[in-house]
């Protein structure tokens, strides 16, 4: 009876129209190689593969890869689901992120969404980057280990933090892996809906790591400049 409304233009019939859909704002080179920030200046004139903060501060994570960037019809939907409820947006979503990862493959033994915090979670009533998971999952025939780690310090929201340096901070030791996961040696690629600096992935990959992951990428679908 309610058939779905383009984020991007307002028509009538689907959530992501192929119009709007094809003038998606794409993250192109040059990027940094390690959290995918996009380069400018001198850093790109020369051939830089990292950025200055990953140079400065080496991440734990092998990398934070994001289709595109927070603009646009992309910053729209990703606000609608996180912040209005629309999860059927979540299989839109998800459908970008396989698409982009048949062009761009990334280790995967398992993936996990990036935990909120319980408290969080309940106030919003859903965690956004467990639906985008779910649905990668399901498309990229991949186990989702929803509970594989927790949230366990619930830290102001990042976007409440001015700098790189106080974002480190504010979820530094904010992530556990729950007792008993078997991360062995697996390949974790860990799915959220935007990165900032990568600084709560890179948190959540630390953790993973000291369970015994053997890679940690990060997927975001969309990445700020």
Not at 48 to 62: E, G, T
């Amino acid at each position: 009876m309610f058939p779905p409304r383009c984020v991007g233009c307002d028509r009538w019939g689907a959530a992501l129209c192929s119009s709007c859909r094809h003038g998606l704002p794409r993250l192109l080179p040059p990027f940094c190689a390690r959290c995918s920030e996009p380069l400018a200046g001198p850093s790109a004139e020369r051939g830089a593969s990292l950025c200055v903060r990953c140079r400065d501060h080496p991440l734990a994570i092998d990398g934070i890869r994001s289709p595109y960037l927070m603009e646009g019809a992309i910053r729209r939907a990703i606000l609608e689901l996180k912040y209005q409820g629309v999860a059927s947006l979540a299989v839109t979503l998800g459908r970008l992120l396989h698409d982009y990862l048949e062009a761009h493959p990334l280790p995967a033994d398992v993936i996990v969404p990036l935990p909120l915090h319980s408290r969080r979670q309940r106030r919003r009533g859903f965690n956004q980057a467990a639906l985008l998971a779910k649905e990668v999952g399901r498309l990229r025939h991949r186990p989702v280990g929803a509970d594989l780690i927790v949230r366990v310090r619930n830290s102001p929201s990042q976007a409440q933090a001015a700098t790189a340096e106080e974002r480190r901070a504010n979820v530094k030791g904010a992530f556990q892996v729950r007792e008993g996961a078997a991360l062995g040696g697996k390949r974790v690629l860990l799915v959220d809906d935007v990165c900032t600096t990568g600084a709560t992935l890179d948190a959540c990959a630390r953790a993973l790591k000291e369970a015994g992951a053997a890679e940690v990428w990060g997927l975001t679908v969309a990445r700020e400049r």
